[in-house]
């Protein structure tokens, strides 16, 4: 399977490329005042306006830095309405993919009930760990970023 590859504070991780409908530059994003830290804005993507997730303020605790390689990459995320939805995730160290066997990749053994995004790993030269893009989002987060679709649902 086929994954984009980045970098992260000196870990790698990898997110499927089945989820990914682009990888884009980083642009400016409309910030949200008062929304929670790892919601890095609003983003206009191809004339709609996209919510855009900071993976580094997931990740490490801190806003991503405005490198060459930080990039937006617009994923498909699942919705409160059953649907799908697009969003951004702002991720530093963008720098490639990664082609591997489903079978490279093995159960890290620890599973964290406050970071279900941390998928399975894959050790070689070094370890790079997959992000599981329907983890991303608590349910809180959900609702506020998708809050029409939970409406919807709702009704």
């Known amino acids: ?29 409309r910030r949200l005042p008062g929304a929670p830290r790892e919601v890095a804005g609003l983003a206009n993507y191809r004339g709609r306006v996209i919510p855009v997730l900071d993976l580094c303020a997931v990740l490490a605790g801190r806003p991503c830095r405005p490198l060459a390689s930080t990039r937006i990459l617009v994923v498909r995320l ?24 489903e079978a490279r990749f093995v159960e890290p053994g620890v599973h964290l009930d406050g970071a279900p995004y941390l998928g399975k790993v894959a050790a070689g030269e070094s370890m790079v760990q997959v992000i599981e893009v329907d983890g991303l ?18 009704e």
């Not at 984009?4 to 994003?29: K, S, T, W």
């Not at 699942?78 to 066997?101: F, K, N, S, Y």
């Open 78 to 101: 699942p919705d409160p309405g059953g649907g799908e939805r697009l969003a951004g995730l702002l991720a530093e160290g963008v720098t490639g993919t990664l082609q591997a066997d």
């Open 137 to 154: 989002l608590p349910d809180e987060l959900r609702r506020i970023l998708f809050r029409e679709a939970a409406e919807a649902a709702a």
């Open 1 to 29: 399977m086929l994954h984009i590859l980045f970098h992260q504070d000196g870990d790698a991780y990898a997110l499927p490329v089945d989820r990914v409908v682009e990888v884009v530059p980083m642009v400016h994003l």
